[in-house]
């Protein structure tokens, strides 16, 4: 939560400084202060570098000790790439591709993590490059999760035509992230395997952030209209 919000904060702040052009950048402004004023969330209560290790460490400790399955559900994803691949079972609706899509982000975390732990075993604590990856899905996995569920429940609520912008910023997050995600797990992927097992694994992380056809430059125009007509942030 920290690292994702406060990268937020300063990618907002500085789109903000950005919009203004050079008066954003003046001490005249509002949006400068904002700018210096936002940075040092990246800094203290533990630098972000520092908090993407531990997140990871702190999960692969728990699992060592024990506490936590993570190697059963790892093996099974694992094994799932061997066979013909099944979609996952989920309720009908305007965000049913946004479900199947989070199941697959967490088998991500899981593919990675787990073949991260059997191939690097004991000096995977120091393997800091693939600890980051790792974290960065789980967090963008964490935001996805969270963002469906939330929207999802405006639906229930409003009906699906008043939650509108709510299904565009959903499906915005989940159209990008999907490629962020695939990104890190490439770059996991080829720090630690190569050959058949590196081929099989990058099938796998393609099969499992596959997006469907989605229209980014519409949504985003929905979004912007309806914030431009409030003229503040309303959602
Ligand atoms: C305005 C302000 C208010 C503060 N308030 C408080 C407070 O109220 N209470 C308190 O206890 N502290 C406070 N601090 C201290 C703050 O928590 C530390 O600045 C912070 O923990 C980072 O430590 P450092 O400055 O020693 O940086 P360093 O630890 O030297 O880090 C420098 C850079 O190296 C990176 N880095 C360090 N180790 C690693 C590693 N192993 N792998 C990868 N990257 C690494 C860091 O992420 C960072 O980017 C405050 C600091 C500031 C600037």
Known sequence: MKVAGSECLDYVVDE??????GMGYSA????????RDSRINRIFEGTNE???MLTVDMILRRAMKGELDLMGPAMKVASELMSIPETPEVEEGVLS???VALEGFKKSILLVAGAAVQKLMQTMAKEQEVLMN???IAIWTYQAESLLLRVDKIIQKQGAEAAAVQ???CKTY????????AKAAKDAINSFAEGDESRMMMMGIKRFTKTEAFNPKEARQLI????????HYNL
Not at 174 to 181: E, S
Not at 224 to 231: K, N, S, V, Y
């Open 174 to 181: 989940f159209y990008d992230v999907a490629d962020k995600i």
């Open 28 to 35: 005249e402004s509002n949006v400068e202060r904002g700018y």
């Open 134 to 136: 790792i974290a960065d």
């Open 16 to 21: 903000a400084v950005q919009i203004l052009g």
């Open 50 to 52: 520092i908090n993407r």
């Open 167 to 169: 299904i565009a910023i």
């Open 97 to 99: 591709n946004e479900y």
């Open 224 to 231: 912007a209209q309806h914030l431009i007509e409030a003229g």
